[in-house]
Each structure stands twice: as C-alpha cells, then as structure tokens.
C-alpha cells in the first residue's frame, strides 16, 4: 500500500503546477515524477512517497458527477490547509510569494503554539491555505 498523501483538485493548474514546481523542491526536497503545466495531472516525489499531487478539478467533478454544482463553497472558513516544515519562515514565504503565492497572514512567532514556533500562513494560486513553520 503507498503512503497516505494530499491531492490538490485545483481550478487554475498550469498556475498551480508552476507554483509547486518552484518551492517544492526547495522547501521540501520533493521532486516532480509525473506532470505537467497542460494538466490534468502532476505529483512530486521526495523519498520514493508521494509528498503532493495536483489533479483538475473539473475531471474530478465529470468523474464524480457534480459538474453542475458550484466550484467553491460560498464565502466560509478554511477546512483544510497543507502544512510545510521549513527551515527558515521567513525564507520560505518570500520564495512562496516570487512564485504567486499571496500572503493570509504575516509571519509570526506563536509562542503560545510552542515555545520556539514561528509561522506564515499564505494561498496557493488556487486559493489553498499553506502554512510555513520552523520549531
């Protein structure tokens, strides 16, 4: 059985797939295997695992049945959010942001989290939350 891992169901992917093309292999060591900008499809490999996999999200939709239903929910809270542990915060979030990211809140030390915990929260091109920690 493979390990457990996050698949994106983006909107915009060629934007999507140049964003984790660039900080993936820097912020995580992962490497792309399989993909690319045209879709509909990619994933990045660090280790032999699957670390990240986009996939369209209007094939999900034809394959599931729900192309008549809206693509995102109304105005509402985040439900999920990908989590990277990296080295240096504030590094990282300036590489997220050269590649299109756009900043959801600033990086920060949370000690009230953990005694040495710093974090950036940001969105992928699609939208998704992404937060950037170092303990």
Not at 53 to 75: I, K, Q, S, V
Not at 107 to 121: K, M
Request: proline share 7%; hydrophobic share 45%.
């Amino acid at each position: 059985m493979d390990a457990l891992y996050t698949r994106l169901l983006v909107s915009r992917f060629a934007e999507c797939f140049a964003f984790y093309r660039a900080v993936l292999p820097p912020l995580t060591g992962a490497a792309l295997v399989k993909g690319e900008a045209a879709g509909p499809y990619a994933n990045w490999e660090a280790d032999g695992r699957t670390v990240l996999a986009l996939y369209d999200r209007a094939m999900m939709a034809a394959a599931l049945g729900t192309e008549r239903l809206p693509p995102r929910p109304p105005a509402a809270q985040d439900s999920a959010m990908l989590a990277v542990r990296v080295t240096d915060v504030d590094e990282a979030l300036a590489l997220c942001l050269r590649h299109g990211a756009r900043v959801a809140a600033e990086a920060t030390d949370r000690p009230a989290w953990g005694p040495t915990l710093r974090t950036a929260h940001l969105r992928d091109p699609d939208g998704h939350l992404i937060e950037l920690q170092s303990y």
